[in-house]
């Protein structure tokens, strides 16, 4: 199985801040990686497939980058609503696996 | 528009078993997979399997392999997971989610709302 490293595992900023999250492959996955957005008490949300593919209606302040076994989720100008748990999924292996989360908090 | 509504919430003793269900509208129900996804009390998501309703096709990871069934009625357009021989540990939430077309069948791109799932003796 391919496992999936985040860091940091919480990371504290304030609105403004511009933040970068990684996710770390055990083995290439070349570009089959997502990212997801859950807030307190909410069903996750679906930001970046294909490692920098946005979805539709999701801001332009998030941004993801990487390829094969190194990935990055940006945040640019941290709006109230970001403060959230971030989570990476590789599904180029027959099995999905999340990454651990990283919850940001605010500063 | 898409949606996908889950079974209520179940409390379950240690051995027992449980089904959730997941039923889907607002678009043809063969045409995209569904993975269910759970998340025990304060921890992260955990990926739990990954079905096509228009093959039957199945893909569980190891851990639950002994332990998990997925179906889907192509009837009612509705995706079950069954889970068996409960203990403490797989107290959770359960998600059912849709895929997105293309190569993006496996991203979770819709969801449930969730099942609490308790297993207490």
């Known amino acids: 199985d391919v496992h999936m490293t985040q860091s940091p595992s919480t990371l504290s900023a304030s609105v403004g801040d511009r933040v970068t999250i990684t996710c770390r492959a055990s083995?290439?996955?070349?570009?089959?990686l997502a990212w997801y957005q859950q807030r307190p008490g909410e069903v996750p949300k679906l930001l970046i497939s294909?490692?920098?593919t946005l979805e539709s209606g999701v801001s332009s302040r998030f941004s993801g980058s990487g390829s094969g076994t190194e990935f990055s989720l940006t945040i640019s100008s941290l709006q109230p609503d970001d403060f959230a748990t971030y989570y990476c999924?590789?599904?180029?292996?027959?099995?999905?696996?999340f990454g651990g989360g990283t919850k940001l908090d605010i500063k | 528009q898409v949606q996908l509504v889950q079974s209520a919430a179940e409390v379950k003793k240690p051995g027992a078993s449980v089904r959730v269900s997941c039923k889907a509208s607002?678009?043809?129900?063969?045409?995209?997979?569904f993975t269910w996804v759970r998340q025990a009390p304060g921890q992260g998501l955990e990926w739990v399997g990954w079905?096509?309703?228009?093959?039957?096709?199945?893909l569980i990871p190891q851990k639950f392999q002994d332990r998990v069934t997925l179906t889907t009625d192509t009837s009612t357009n509705t995706a079950y997971m069954e889970l068996r021989s409960l203990t403490s540990n797989d107290t959770a939430v359960y998600y059912c989610?849709?895929?997105?077309?293309?190569?993006?069948?496996?991203?979770?791109?819709?969801w449930g709302q969730g099942t609490q799932v308790t297993v207490s003796s």
């Open positions: 989610a849709r895929g997105a077309s293309g190569p993006r069948f496996k991203v979770c791109l819709y």
């Open positions: 607002g678009y043809t129900f063969t045409n995209f997979a």
């Open positions: 079905t096509r309703p228009d093959t039957g096709y199945t």
């Open positions: 083995h290439n996955i070349n570009r089959w």
């Open positions: 294909q490692a920098s």
């Open positions: 999924k590789q599904y180029n292996d027959a099995f999905a696996t």
